[in-house]
């Protein structure tokens, strides 16, 4: 169940000391990656940093790290029955996310962090996450369309909902390669709520400069998303009177790592392939066109069809997703999801509507096509099969890549 709004959150953090400064960050794609690049950052530079994120990737607990690595999950499981406790016996009726993210906030505590690093879940000004009262630093990334149905039909009214992270006197970094419109409303709603506007341009020349970086192999995408933590890294180490290191930072970034964000992955002990297939989490129709212009630039260059295995959550728009990723020639394995632990009201779209859509979006589709119904296992396989070494990406959706990940790991 999806139900935004502070109250329920609020109640259950009402006696929870929150001592830990914060990160937070909003957005509609990139936000994961700036996370992940902030906490590396920030650690590397002797912050103790916690960092929570969504949706989980393969257990419950993932979603929360501190230092780099996922909580234990009997420290997770003995916090989340206290915060469960306490929602039953105030009648609080807490949503499921909203549980996860007071476990978070009690975790960081008991662990001592002194910066968490926080993506909102959904929108931002109604979000669990946005009981952070005074963030070092907020961070809104590239925004697109999607959750229309909570958020607005527009990019405009859903910058807007982003914005509702922005605290007075608090910093908010933005990415400079938003539309003119969008960084308007978001310029426009740091005004009206007293926080300073920093648009991340990429000349930072104060302290770490984008100039150091230039030897990371990048797509524009991660660069802008890496530019938008740069600047937030350098804003919230003043707050906390930390020295820079700028080449310790630089060995941060090369280590961190996003899973399902253009990831090379074996699934050799899945089915023999001896090549890396390409798995990424493109879910809406912004995040496949960058999807789709790699797989052009990088994949295509022999002239070969691309074999895809896609999944979609239902309710995505799917034809946005499939029309960056797919050519004519191309091979196409649908398949459905498992459930998802913890989020009961997420499904995904048949395997059946895919390959529809699918094959309208090209009005026809000359290479072959699966449906794999809910067996991600034989999609793998039947791709394998037919790429015959072939290119082959994994995509449509973060929940797929939550599968496919725990296939892998179930197979060690």
Not at 274 to 288: F, I, K, M, P, Y
Not at 349 to 368: C, F, N, R, Y
Request: glycine share 8%.
């Amino acid at each position: 169940m999806i139900e935004l709004g502070l109250a329920r959150i609020s109640r259950l953090l009402k006696h929870t000391a929150l001592p830990w400064r914060s990160v937070h960050v909003a957005g509609t794609n990139g936000k994961g990656s700036i996370c992940a690049y902030m906490s590396a950052m920030l650690q590397i530079n002797d912050v103790r940093c916690g960092r929570f994120t969504s949706p989980h990737l393969i257990d419950r607990w993932d979603c929360i790290s501190i230092d780099g690595k996922a909580v234990n999950e009997s420290l997770f499981h003995e916090v989340e029955d206290i915060v469960k406790r306490r929602n039953l016996a105030q009648d609080i009726g807490a949503t499921e996310f909203e549980l996860t993210t007071a476990t978070a906030f009690e975790i960081f505590t008991r662990e001592k962090v002194q910066v968490a690093v926080v993506e909102c879940g959904l929108g931002g000004r109604l979000d669990a996450t946005n009981v952070l009262e005074m963030p070092l630093v907020s961070i809104i990334s590239k925004i697109g369309l999607d959750h229309q149905s909570f958020l607005g039909n527009t990019l405009e009214e859903i910058a807007k909902e982003k914005a509702g992270i922005m605290k007075p006197g608090v910093p908010c970094v933005v990415d400079a390669t938003n539309p003119e419109s969008v960084t308007n409303v978001l310029k426009a709603c740091a005004e009206l709520t007293g926080a300073k506007f920093v648009k991340a341009l990429l000349d930072a020349e104060d302290g770490f400069a984008w100039k150091d970086t230039q030897g990371l192999d990048l797509e524009d995408h991660q660069r802008t998303n890496l530019n938008c933590a740069i600047i937030a890294l350098k804003l919230a180490l003043r707050q906390l009177d930390k020295q820079l290191d700028v080449q310790k930072s630089i060995m941060a970034i090369r280590g961190a790592e996003w899973p399902g964000r253009l990831q090379r992955v074996s699934i050799k002990s899945l089915t023999g392939r001896t090549e890396d297939v390409l798995l990424d989490g493109a879910h809406n129709a912004q995040s496949a066109e960058v999807l789709g212009s790699y797989v052009d630039r990088k994949l295509r260059t022999t002239g070969q069809s691309v074999t895809w295995v896609i999944a979609t959550s239902r309710g995505k728009n799917l034809k946005g997703i499939l029309q960056p990723l797919l050519k004519p020639e191309d091979n196409v394995a649908a398949v459905e999801f498992g459930s998802v632990d913890g989020m009961p009201w997420i499904s995904p779209a048949t395997a059946m509507s895919i390959l529809k859509t699918a094959k309208g979006v090209l009005e026809g589709l000359d290479g072959q096509r699966y449906d794999a119904g809910c067996d991600v296992l034989g999609a793998l396989r039947w791709a394998t099969e037919i790429s015959a070494g072939g290119p082959l990406v994994i995509a449509g959706s973060l929940y797929l890549v939550s599968d496919v990940t725990r296939v892998l790991r179930d197979a060690r």
